[in-house]
């Protein structure tokens, strides 16, 4: 396992600019995650990393060693993709074992190096079989056996889930996690799903527009996020974010003229974003600090999901079991002060209150 470090990354496509200086450290042995919407440079990031994509500018390390114009070959790395990659014609044992066959390793040693990658994913009664015989998830295992018997000092994942069904992805999720904790080698991993991010990271990185947004713990992330982007982007559902106006330091009025007590002093008359999760509102009849008109109701069993119209702006409440609620019935809600996120309206930026 070996550290990665981007210092000051730039990409550009001709006069376009994807990647705009972009500094990450990763650990030995870390699982890092890059998340982000679609088009927000992870890939491209991921891809640099590879040396499948020049780098405009800046430097690439991994081990401490300068990696901008390394071929891929050299950087101790080993990618899985999206799509598999698998060659059909070969068995799921020759799929394994083919960088061995390229890099003319004793036939021997590669045969060890194949069943005992095959043990770890439970691939042992399938080395025999042909990519078109397997299902989703074997492929993507087989994929991930191709990388571990490479033994690399770093691994890359490049949305290796996105092409599974959403109870297969959860499996392999934990499969994947577990994979880590056995080999403990240096993980770069893609995906624009956040939940993924949150369940396999030891450290998340959040991009938006090219630009790192926020680095940090699944938690860090989720109880202090910088910004109003990171805030929308990490949790699921989506956060709140209710547009209102300071009247004094420890007061805000929502657009609908509601008051809601904040936990920090602000200055009066700043226009704020007050972020609360979903999950963190709850029905109350006594003295509620809102009440909405519910438009749409989702029960999924563990929660009731609650959508309504604030003021011109969306929200949406996470209740905790079955609860019996009808489109345009009004439901009074409450939520604990010292679970209220701030943000400056103008900027987007995480508020820390006045000193």
Not at 85 to 101: D, I, K
Not at 160 to 169: E, G, I, V
Not at 249 to 265: F, N, V, Y
Request: glycine share 8%; proline share 6%; with cysteine.
């Amino acid at each position: 396992m070996k550290p990665i470090a981007l210092n000051d990354v730039k990409k550009s496509y001709g006069n376009l600019p994807v990647i705009h200086g972009v500094d990450i450290h990763i650990e030995p042995g870390e699982f890092a995650v890059l998340v982000g919407p679609s088009g927000c440079g992870k890939s491209t990031l991921l891809r640099m990393l590879a040396g499948l994509e020049s780098v405009t500018g800046g430097q690439i390390e991994i081990g401490g060693e300068r990696m901008n114009d390394a071929p891929p070959k050299e950087r101790d790395i080993a990618m899985v993709f999206q799509n598999y990659a698998l060659y059909p014609h070969m068995t799921v044992a020759e799929n394994m074992g083919f960088s061995l066959r390229l890099a003319r390793a004793d036939k021997a040693m590669a045969r060890a190096k194949v069943e005992a990658a095959a043990e770890i994913l439970g691939l042992e009664k399938l080395l025999d079989r042909y990519p078109r015989h397997l299902s989703g998830g074997q492929r993507q295992r087989v994929a991930m056996g191709r990388a571990i018997v490479r033994d690399p000092a770093v691994f890359l994942f490049d949305e290796p889930l996105s092409n599974l069904d959403a109870k297969l992805r959860v499996k392999m999720r934990s499969e994947i996690k577990e994979l880590h904790q056995k080999l403990k080698t240096t993980v770069v991993y893609v995906t624009h799903d956040q939940i993924e991010a949150m369940t396999m990271a030891d450290k998340i990185i959040v991009l938006d527009g090219g630009h790192v947004s926020q680095i940090g713990s699944p938690l860090e992330l989720y109880n202090r996020p910088q910004n109003k982007f990171v805030a929308s982007f990490i949790g699921s559902p989506s956060m709140n974010l209710l547009p209102a106006k300071v009247t004094d330091k420890g007061t805000a009025i929502l657009q609908d003229g509601s008051p809601i007590a904040l936990p920090q002093a602000i200055e009066t008359g700043k226009e704020i974003l007050i972020g609360i999760r979903p999950e963190h509102m709850e029905i109350s009849q006594n003295a509620p600090k809102l009440s909405i008109t519910a438009s749409v109701i989702e029960p999924t069993g563990a929660e009731t999901l609650v959508m309504a119209h604030l003021a011109g702006t969306d929200i949406l409440a996470a209740l905790r079991g079955h609860v019996p609620i009808t489109p345009g019935e009004a439901v009074p809600l409450t939520f604990d002060e010292a679970n209220i996120h701030l943000f400056d309206a103008q900027n987007g930026l995480r508020l820390e209150g006045m000193r």
